[in-house]
Structures are given as structure tokens and as C-alpha cells.
């Protein structure tokens, strides 16, 4: 063959025959990973090549191997691999500086370079339209005679009209909807590289692209949403007030409701900028704007959960409820602001100040935690912003108390060291420890999921307000005055002192439609007996024959109905009377027979028992729906009453105003859409 061909094979050392090598063939890299330059040119383009270190990790070519096993030298290994590499005509038109970057001889343009030539020869066919040739001086040497080979074209990979490359984009943009980032990340080095190795020569588009392809998916689930909104019942709104940085306020807009399977369902609806001192109408007239843009009349809204002091409900029909945590963290704010509880959780925040910033007395503590077998046990300081973090910074130091001391002995006096604790300030925290866990109990209760409704709110307020009163008994006066405070505050924020507004409460009727607390144990039997007639009246004006009056909402409680001619009697209501189940009309029936009907255990999902005996009780059922939608928070209770901040609240913090919207809607909405089209799917 090496006759027929006119060329000898060229020897190695040993006396082998070399395998000839094709042109523009790329050499493995070294086992020893290549040192990388301190900082990337700014315009390396998007076209990512395969990472070095981790090509290194990848099978080496028979031929790698022989050279390392004789132990080639400078001139062997090393020498041979940039040789080869120069065999490639696209080296005619690079320049290489260092071991990861060339730079283009024809415009000067820095580009990456990880032991492959894709990216060069991409940049010369896109950029100089080059397909690989020589410069013209040289070009008669290369094509001289016919043996010469005509060179291999580049390796590219999925473009973007192919199916391969279009689900990579689809799925870009699913990690940004997911992980709530900016579309910018496609340009951030690290994701380039992680790309480039996955899928090397892979071009990706320009943020405007995703943006574009953003918009597209964001017009579509906003077009599902709106035809899922319309089999609803009945929404309630919830508004979530967030800040992403100073001067850049926020109003996350969301609809809680049950659909038809009984399953409870929250999306986003809208996300807005806001002003501080925007007015209350101004805010009802956006909300019905928000509903218009979905097609919901405001009618099908019965109450507004708020995040806020001033909800946007009572000007437009809406009942209002505060959000369950917003409300429990102004009561408890308001009995720490007891002046001796105030000064002893200052002298607190100063211990756990002086350990976490003088490396010294933290070091003390350290070994002494681990003479006890408490090395686990850190301090933590308290967020101003919540109760339960206060709690946790206390049970630290009093479970820590007897080593902090003994620091604090050993240690100096000095300027930066803190007063410490008396006595009695101990005793204080002590006491108060266990009042906030009484709450913590209720936060507890409340951030379970068969607990999410406002159902559980009510009966939960009354609960921990007699319970820490009768902690109360036997604490201090400090901590007595503090939890006086509290349920004053409890008392008065959700209206349990003003008999109209408690019975008009969209709490207290769902309470009372929960099978679990239909007793309505923390109202006075007065109360309860006038709650069953208006829930009558409620259920003859929404159910029966008779039509609400004009210029009411037909489900607002408290409303009377107009009653009807009765029918002359009959033959036999002479005879014997008049029937007393005639009498009664049906949807009152059904509510005797749900009085009488056994209590549900408190572990029980009331949605699952009114799936079940939706058949009997069809009128209240109906009313059900839309009452124990009423979530007892404005947002999901896990995040409601978490002790700090979330990842979603430093997220969404960090999109940039234009995508955030839509960005956000996704999210939010992700889980429902799908649910909505797998039940589609499989209708069972």
C-alpha cells in the first residue's frame, strides 16, 4: 500500500510504522489538567467548545498511550501534541496565547479553546465565510497532486432548527422558569461551560431570543389559566405586598378557590409595581381591572385575604381577613415591646453580638461546647422581622447559658464586652420561651396543609389566646403584661369582641362548614343559635326560589329573603294537619341533618369529606366551596410562617422588572397548568 501510494509511511522510534494521521485531528489532552488564565476575554462568543479538565476525564487514543508509555520528553509528548494540532489549516489563521485561548489573525478577536478546533472553524465560516482553505500564497503548495486529501469537515452540533437543538432551548428556558433566573444566565461563563461540555458546538440564542420564546409561553398558560378560572365557583384574592429593593415595591395579586374534584388550587394572577402612598380606591379599581383581563366578574369574589393593614375589599363588597402570620406577628410585636421584656432580649442580642464577632470569646465557647458535647449548638440572632426567630435565639442561649457565663468570667472586661444577664432577666426569658412556644404550636397547626383554610383559624385564635392566658397566671408581672398585650391585640384584629363583625367573618362561616369545628366551641350559644339562622337565610336567598334583592351580593351573609305565598292546603292537611316535612324546605333540612352528623377528627381534610357527602348535603356543599376556599394566609403557609427568608423571596428580588411578570406567572402556575392538563388527559 505504501508503494501503490508513492509516499513511506514515516517510522517511529522503535521501528513501528506510525498510523498516518488525518488532518484537522485533535490530540486527548495531558493527564496534568491545563492551568487556566485569571480572567476570560468579555467577548468570547457563545458557541462553547468541550470543557478541558473535563475532557481530560475521557478515553485516550491508542497512539496517547504508547507515547506516554515511553516517556516522551518535551520534544515527544508535548512536542508531538502542538504539532499535530498545526496539521489542521485552520491554524493559518490563529494564533494561540497560552494553553486556552487563540486569537483570530484575520480580526483580532479572542476566542476559547479547549483541544478543539469546532469554534475556530465555526468563527471563520460565520464571521470571514472560510471554509477551511489556506491563505493564497500557500494554497498551490497544499492542493499539489492528486493524493492530497480534501479536508474533514467540522463536527457541529444541534443547531437551533433542528428538534435536538429546540429542546435544548425549551429547556433553558424550563430551568429559568423553575429557578426563577434571569434570561441573562445564558450569557454567564459558568453556564457556557457546563453547556459547551454537555453539548459541544451548540450556539446559544441571545437573551432577546428567549425573551421572545418567554412571551410566546407566558400568552399560552395565560390563555389555559383563563379557561380553568371559568369552571371555578368562586375565587378569593389574595394580596402579597413584597419589596424587591429600596424604591421597588410590589403587589403579588393571587386567586385561591376549589374546583370540581374538591382539590384546592392557588395561582398568580398578577404581580404590579406600586407606590407607598397609592390610595385604597386606587388599588379596588386595579384589582377589578386584574379579574377583567381574566374574565371574571368581581361578583364571584367573596373576600379578600390581605398581607397588609388596609385591604381593598370593603370599598368593592368584599369581606376582608388579614393574613394569619402578617396578623400573629403584629399581636406578638406588640407584647415584646413591654418595656423589661424589651431590655432583656436587647442584653440577649448583645451576647450572641459579642461571641459571633470577637473570635477570641467564640473560640472559648467552641471548645467548651465540645467538652460538653453541645458542638452542634450555635447561637443565633434574632430577625426584628420575626417572632419565631426571637424564640429560637432564646432557647439557644438558655440552653447555653452555664457555658456563656463561664466565658464570659474568663474573659476581660472589656469595652466590647457585654453587660450580660441578671437573674431575674433570665427568669424573663425563661417564661417568655414558653409563651412564644405556645404560638409556635399554633403556627404549627396552622402550616399544615388539611389546615390551610380559614377554617382552622378561628377555633386556632381562641385556643392560644386562653392558653397563654393561663401561662400567664404564673408568670411574672413582665411577662404577664406582655401576653395581655398579645391577646388584646388578638382580640382586636380579628374582631373577637365585636359580635356583628365576628358573625360576618367568612372565618367564623367557614368554621362552622368545616365537619371538624361545625360546633363553634368558641362562640357563646346566643352567638351560634343567630349564626344557624342567618346561614338559613343565606342558603333560602343563594338556593332557594326566592331572588336576592337588588344591589346585594348574592352570596354576602347576613341577608334576609323575601318568603312566598304559601299553597292552599289540601284535603288531607285538613284531616290531619299540615305535613311538618312540607314545612321545612329542603335546604334547612339539610342543615339540621349536618348539625347532627358526627365531628370529624382534627387530622381529617375537610375537602376529602365533602368529596364524599357532596350527594347529601348538595346546597351546603355548594356553599362549602367557596368558604373553605378562604385561605387562613395570602401566601402558601409554609412560606407564611417561615422563621426566615426564603430562596423565592431572594429570587424573585433579583429578575429585572421587564421579565419579571411573566417569569413569575410561570412559576407560580406551573404545578396547576400541569395538573389541569393531566386531568384533561385521564378524565377519571
Not at 44 to 64: D, M, Q, V
Request: glycine share 8%; charged share 25%.
Amino acid at each position: 500500500m505504501a508503494e501503490a501510494s508513492g509516499r513511506r509511511r514515516p517510522k517511529a522510534e522503535d521501528g513501528a510504522e506510525a498510523r498516518p494521521k488525518e488532518e484537522g485531528a485533535d490530540e486527548p489532552l495531558p493527564l496534568a489538567p491545563q492551568p487556566y488564565p485569571q480572567s476570560a476575554p468579555e467577548d468570547t462568543p457563545l458557541t462553547f467548545g468541550t470543557f478541558g479538565a473535563a475532557a481530560a476525564l475521557c478515553p485516550a487514543s491508542s497512539s496517547s498511550r504508547r507515547r506516554r508509555e515511553k516517556g516522551a520528553g518535551p520534544e515527544g509528548a508535548g512536542g508531538a501534541l502542538g504539532a499535530d494540532r498545526r496539521k489542521s489549516k485552520v491554524w493559518h489563521y490563529y494564533t494561540k496565547l497560552g494553553d486556552a485561548f487563540v486569537e483570530c489573525t484575520v480580526c483580532k478577536k479572542q476566542l476559547s479553546f479547549h483541544n478543539s478546533t469546532t469554534t475556530m472553524r465555526e468563527h471563520l465560516a460565520r464571521k470571514h465565510s472560510i471554509r477551511d482553505a489556506p491563505p493564497k500564497d500557500e494554497r498551490g503548495a497544499e492542493h499539489k497532486g492528486h493524493e492530497a486529501k480534501r479536508p474533514r469537515p467540522a463536527e457541529s452540533g444541534p443547531r437551533h432548527g433542528d428538534a435536538r437543538g429546540e429542546a435544548i432551548l425549551e429547556l433553558v428556558l424550563e430551568m429559568i422558569v423553575r429557578d426563577l433566573q434571569p434570561l441573562s444566565v445564558v450569557r454567564d461563563k459558568g453556564f457556557g461551560l457546563l453547556l459547551g461540555y454537555l453539548e459541544p458546538g451548540f450556539a446559544l440564542p441571545a437573551p432577546a431570543r428567549l425573551a421572545g420564546m418567554l412571551r410566546h409561553r407566558y400568552g399560552a398558560a395565560r390563555r389555559q389559566l383563563e379557561r380553568y378560572l371559568q369552571t371555578a365557583p368562586g375565587l378569593v384574592l389574595c394580596l402579597e405586598p413584597w419589596a424587591a429593593r429600596p424604591g421597588h415595591r410590589y403587589l403579588g395579586v393571587s386567586a385561591s378557590f376549589i374546583d370540581a374534584e374538591w382539590r384546592r388550587a392557588r395561582c398568580l394572577l398578577d404581580t404590579r409595581q406600586t407606590c407607598q402612598d397609592e390610595a385604597e380606591g386606587d388599588l379596588g379599581e386595579q384589582l377589578r381591572a386584574v379579574l377583567a383581563e381574566f374574565g371574571v366578574c368581581s361578583q364571584a369574589v367573596l373576600c379578600v385575604v390581605h398581607g397588609g393593614e388596609q385591604p381593598a375589599a370593603a370599598a368593592h363588597g368584599w369581606a376582608g381577613l388579614g393574613c394569619a402570620a402578617r396578623v400573629l406577628q403584629r399581636c406578638v410585636e406588640a407584647g415584646l415591646e413591654v418595656q423589661p421584656v424589651r431590655e432583656a432580649l436587647s442584653g440577649a442580642r448583645g451576647i450572641v453580638r459579642y461571641f459571633q464577632q470577637d473570635a477570641k470569646a467564640g473560640g472559648c465557647l467552641s471548645g467548651k461546647l465540645e467538652a460538653l458535647n453541645k458542638s452542634q449548638c450555635k447561637l443565633v440572632l434574632d430577625a426584628g422581622s420575626c417572632w419565631g426567630s426571637t424564640m429560637e435565639m432564646c432557647e439557644r442561649l438558655l440552653e447555653l447559658r452555664w457555658a456563656l457565663m463561664a466565658v464570659l468570667e474568663e474573659q476581660p472586661r472589656g469595652a466590647a464586652a457585654p453587660p450580660g444577664l441578671a437573674d431575674h432577666q433570665w427568669k424573663l426569658l425563661q417564661e417568655l420561651v414558653a409563651v412564644l412556644r405556645t404560638l409556635g404550636i399554633a403556627a404549627a397547626f396552622l402550616r399544615e396543609e388539611h389546615n390551610a383554610s380559614a377554617s382552622a383559624l378561628m377555633p386556632c385564635v381562641h385556643g392560644v389566646a386562653a392558653a397563654i392566658g393561663q401561662q400567664a397566671e404564673a408568670a411574672g408581672a413582665a411577662v404577664g403584661a406582655a401576653v395581655g398585650r398579645i391577646r388584646a391585640e388578638l382580640r382586636r384584629r380579628w374582631g373577637l369582641e365585636d359580635k356583628e363583625k365576628l358573625l360576618e367573618s367568612p372565618a367564623v362561616i367557614a368554621s362552622f362548614l368545616d365537619p371538624r369545628f361545625k360546633e363553634l366551641r368558641f362562640l357563646s350559644p346566643a352567638l351560634r343559635s343567630e349564626l344557624h339562622g342567618r346561614l338559613k337565610a343565606l342558603l333560602s336567598q343563594t338556593f332557594g326560589h326566592c331572588p336576592p334583592s337588588p344591589g346585594t351580593h348574592p352570596w354576602a351573609p347576613g341577608l334576609g329573603s323575601k318568603t312566598e305565598g304559601a299553597p292552599s292546603p289540601s284535603a288531607y292537611d285538613i284531616l290531619l294537619g299540615k305535613d311538618p316535612t312540607e314545612s321545612t324546605p329542603e335546604i334547612h333540612r339539610q342543615l339540621e341533618n349536618y348539625l347532627v352528623e358526627p365531628l370529624c377528627k382534627r387530622s381529617a381534610d375537610p375537602l376529602l369529606w365533602w368529596r364524599s357527602n357532596e350527594r347529601r348535603f348538595p346546597a351546603l356543599a355548594r356553599l362549602s366551596r367557596r368558604y373553605l376556599a378562604v385561605p387562613a394566609t395570602a401566601v402558601p403557609p409554609h412560606q407564611a410562617f417561615a422563621t426566615g427568608d426564603c430562596a423565592l423571596q431572594h429570587r424573585r428580588a433579583a429578575l429585572p422588572h421587564e421579565e419579571l411578570h411573566q417569569i413569575l406567572f410561570l412559576h407560580h402556575n406551573l404545578e396547576l397548568l400541569e395538573a389541569g392538563r393531566s386531568a384533561q388527559r385521564d378524565p377519571r
